[in-house]
């Protein structure tokens, strides 16, 4: 078993029990926590896939950012209510079953396609071939993409104005 | 000035008149003034069509514009036709137009100054639309201006449309000229589709040199035909006529006597031609011709109405002229158009001037009128030996050749109901003129002589008339007639012994009106019924187009409806049922997103 | 390695995240069953972009994720929003539109 190998099996098993943690427990601020570790062992996923730039942007942003968004959220919604917020499951046998067959689906689909077995050497630098193209090729959906931040920015504003 | 001008003159003064009348309201309001204005301008087309009519020359004069444009020459023209024909009848419509306007102004002095206006106005149009037809150039045209007369038929005899009977007379009119004027139309659109051209003159080359193909024709012709028995008040379609007195009588003169019902025999006159390709219709029209003459005039045997005795008699004597016409004799049946044309004006007029007096339509409540209204008791007299063919008023010479021309052409039997109808004719005429002037005192009030206005037009008539018969008398009076030397003594003999028989009846009472009508029980019981023909048209009216509308109405009521309300009563079912479905829970939606990425993929993955 | 095993752990964890967002009650629950989801597509663009060689794969992860946390800002606002008004973030009680 190569290192790579090893790599991904240990990534995935963490990946995958830290992704049910957060869909079945109990306590909202664990599932946040859990969602953190899912985001960092996919940061590691990026990391075995060489693109380290977006490993990168994935701890920073996702896992900093989404993190202590939520966080934050959780207890700005808990001091609003005054007590703590549970959460609980609804529907687990229809929800499990109708994930259980998207899943068969979609792996049954996945292992008779013709998929690639390895993979063509890594360019010399790849961070500056995403800089170059994000500023060329994706020129537009880039400024686009300030755009949108700036329709988000506003909505966030709207919705933290005072009540009159 | 040539012609043509003459002739456009003549249709466009009324046409100028109509349009002034219909735009401009104060003056139409103004009554006198407008009656003055359409009267002056028929006078100036009268007097444009006699001076065309004596100074016309010898071949016919065309006058043609385009119409519709269409490759390879125009589809259809617009023109006027000026020939001997068109010139007589012109003349013909436009004295009796002018007689009775002028004699309007007396007839409806009483009436509003606003309807009189608008009758003045339908009477400019009525004059533009019957001038138009006579000078129409072609088929299409004609049509349009048949189709304008039938209208303003419709408007005067509705003219005192706040009574329930006119309204209803002007509507019947309407359609049942209509049904024959559908025949009509497809006739035109046949015939053009065979010959390629709705000009008559082009017509009539390819009539003359055998290039008009007669596959077919015959249909042709009789549809044609159908349109003219619409107009004619032949049978079947007479009916409409005598329903038509309820319109004021100076309208029943002109419109049902002279001048529109006369149409129907002018339009056979006109395409001659082309109807002597087919003897199998000309025959058929001469039989029709002289059956509705006879029906007619037993008709009128029995009717208490002045105007509807009249206008029975204008049916029977338009069955005179198309038999004339069925049996080749054209000359003869336009001849007698025009006799007619002004002896039938002058009864309708006289007998206006009588109504006018003494306010009722019934004979039987007149009587001994023959003192107090001494002048129109002549000329009324006039008229009716004009009408029985009493020698030598006009009427005499013209029956005399349809009488002739039918003999000739060989239709015996036709002869004969023509005989027995010269018979009746006078018959029925003198009962009338027996009751209504010398008959037993009946009428209450004063009635007196017309007021100048409306008795110069009758003496006009009369005059006319005489002189008429007087000079065709002196110039030796057969020169239209050329069937046997004993037709004209038979004539004069069946309408002497008529109007012997009505004074024996009506005057001495030597025979009562009663004993006859026990003696001819089946004819009298039928005359009075009409022949049952209104009734069997109400019956078809009633079973066929009622039934046929009841039965669209179930069907629309029961299975349209029906199927409508089942459709919405299952959508709301439907739409209660599937509304559940909504439950307004985001993740519900979700399930139904995930189950339709499973179709995707399994789609996707089966194709 | 090939890609198969990338796609298949992708695939878990979109079906784990979709559990997640059918089953939650609470709408923050929800979000965070969406962020797995989101988080595994970007999986599989990483990995198809490494074994075809083509950058446009990473680049467009760039953009989710930068979506992403806009959507989580403004997602978690719209919550703590229906909080102050309806005092309930169970997505059970959030049925206006039921038909």
Known sequence: MSLEAAGFWGLALVLLASSLAVVLSKNLFHSVLYLAVALVATAGVFLLLQA????????????????????????????????????????????????????????????????????????????????????????????????????????????????? | MNAGTL???????????????????PLRRAGRAAGALSIAAIGGSLLASLVLWRTLP?????????????????????????????????????????????????????????????????????????????????????FIFWELVGLCSYLLIGFWYTKPEAARAAVKAFWVTKAGDLGFIIGIVLLWGQAGTFQ???????????????????????????????????????????????GPTPVSALIHAATMVAAGVYLVSRVYPLFLLTPDVLALIGWVGAFTALLAATLGLVQADIKRVLAY?????????????????????????????????????????????????????????????????????????????????????????????????????????????????????????????????????????????????????????????????????????????WVPWLATALAVAGIGFAWLTYQKRVVTPETLARAFAPVYTAAVGKFWLDDLYGGLYRSTLLGFSRLVGWVDRYLVDGLVNLASAWTLRWGDGLRRIQTGRAQDYLYGIAFGLLLVIVWGYWR | MGLQPYLILAACLFTIGLFGVLTRRNAIGILLGIELM??????????????????????????????????????????????????????????????
């Open chain 2, 200 to 246: 008559f003159s082009r017509l009539f080359q390819m009539a003359g040199d055998r290039t008009l193909p007669t596959a077919g024709l015959a249909l042709i012709m009789f549809l044609i035909y159908l349109g003219a028995v619409g107009k004619s008040a032949q049978f079947p379609l007479h009916v409409w006529l005598p329903d038509a007195m309820e």
């Open chain 2, 7 to 25: 002739a456009l003159a003549a249709l466009g003064l009324p046409f100028c008149s109509f349009v002034l009348l219909a735009v401009a309201l």
């Open chain 2, 313 to 485: 008699s204008t049916v029977s004597q338009l069955g005179f002229m198309m038999a004339a016409l069925g049996a080749g004799a054209s000359d003869a049946g336009f001849f007698h158009l025009l006799t007619h044309g002004l002896f039938k004006a002058l009864l309708f007029l006289g007998a206006g001037a009588v109504i006018h007096a003494v306010g009722t339509n019934d004979i039987w409540q007149m009587g001994r009128l023959a003192r107090a209204m001494p002048q129109t008791m002549i000329v009324f007299l006039v008229g009716t030996l004009a009408l029985a063919g009493i020698w030598p008023f006009a009427g005499f010479f013209s029956k005399d050749a349809v009488l002739a021309g039918v003999w000739e052409g060989g239709l015996a039997i036709p002869f004969l109901m023509l005989a027995l109808s010269v018979f009746l004719t006078a018959f029925y005429m003198f009962r009338v003129v027996f009751v209504v002037f010398f008959g037993p005192r009946h009428a209450e009030g004063h009635a007196h002589d017309a007021p100048p206005v409306m008795a110069a037009p009758l003496w006009i008539l009369a005059v006319l008339t005489v002189g008429w018969g007087i000079g065709l008398a002196t110039r030796g009076g057969g020169e239209k007639a050329h069937g046997p030397e």
């Open chain 1, 52 to 164: 380290e730039f977006l490993a990168a942007v994935q701890v920073l942003l996702y896992a900093g950012g989404v993190v202590t968004i939520v966080v934050f959220a959780i207890v700005v919604t808990e001091r609003l209510v005054g007590e703590r917020l549970a959460q609980t499951n609804r529907g687990v046998f229809t929800g499990g079953l109708v994930s259980l067959v998207v899943l068969v689906i979609l792996v049954l689909s996945l292992w008779r396609a013709d998929l690639p077995r390895t993979a063509p050497p890594p360019p010399a630098d790849l961070t500056q071939a995403i800089g170059r193209d994000l500023l060329t090729r994706f020129v537009l959906p880039f400024e686009l993409l300030a755009v949108l931040f700036l329709a988000g920015l506003l909505g966030a504003l709207f919705f933290a104005r005072k009540e009159e």
């Open chain 2, 58 to 142: 010898g071949e016919s004069v065309e006058l043609t514009w385009t119409w519709l444009p269409a490759e390879g020459g125009p589809m259809a023209t617009v023109g006027i036709l000026v020939d001997h024909l068109t010139a007589s009848m012109l003349v013909l419509v436009a004295l009796v137009s002018f007689l009775v306007q002028l004699y309007s102004l007396g007839y409806l002095e009483h009436e509003t100054p606003p309807a009189l206006g608008r009758y003045y106005a339908y009477h400019s149009l009525f004059a533009f639309s019957m001038l138009g037809l006579v000078l129409a150039s072609n088929f299409l045209q004609m």
């Open chain 3, 38 to 99: 989101l988080n595994a597509v970007n999986v599989n663009l990483v990995a198809f972009a490494r074994f075809t060689g083509e950058t446009a794969g990473l680049i467009f992860t760039l953009f989710t994720i930068s979506i992403t946390v806009a959507e989580v800002a403004l997602g978690l606002a719209i919550v703590i929003l229906i909080f102050r008004v309806r005092r309930t973030v169970e997505a059970d009680q959030l049925h206006l539109l039921k038909g």
